[in-house]
């Protein structure tokens, strides 16, 4: 079964606000990329807290009947992506995010911008 991307990027942002993921936001970049349809963004206290966000997205996806198409990152979790394929989930701790800046990058022409 397919998920619709909206479904996805609120079910990741919901399974990442459940544990405790710090600015969690979510940015509609459909019209900038044909990467994906939304991007969510989060940070974690520390590479347990970013690793156990990225589970926790994965377990939540997978019980709603969405299927995870990769991650990234596991092994070091400074920044962990999770592919869901319309939505791309960034779980990042703070310095990562602070130097990467992901959402100064995407959002200059993003819409649907929601924050956890």
């Known amino acids: ?22 600015d969690v936001v979510c940015l509609e970049v459909a019209e900038l990329t044909p990467m994906a349809d939304y991007m969510v963004i989060a940070t974690g206290n520390s590479s347990t807290h970013v690793k156990a966000l990225a589970d926790e997205v994965i377990h939540q996806v997978k019980e709603a009947g969405g299927t995870v198409r990769g991650t990234e990152g596991r092994l070091q979790a400074e920044w962990v992506l999770v592919d869901l394929g319309s939505v791309v989930v960034h779980i990042m701790l703070a310095p990562t995010r602070a130097l990467y800046s992901l959402e100064d990058l995407w959002n200059f022409g993003a819409t649907d911008r929601h924050e956890n």
């Open 1 to 22: 079964m397919s998920l619709d991307s909206h479904v996805l990027s609120r079910l990741a942002t919901s399974a990442l606000d459940d544990i405790k993921a710090r």
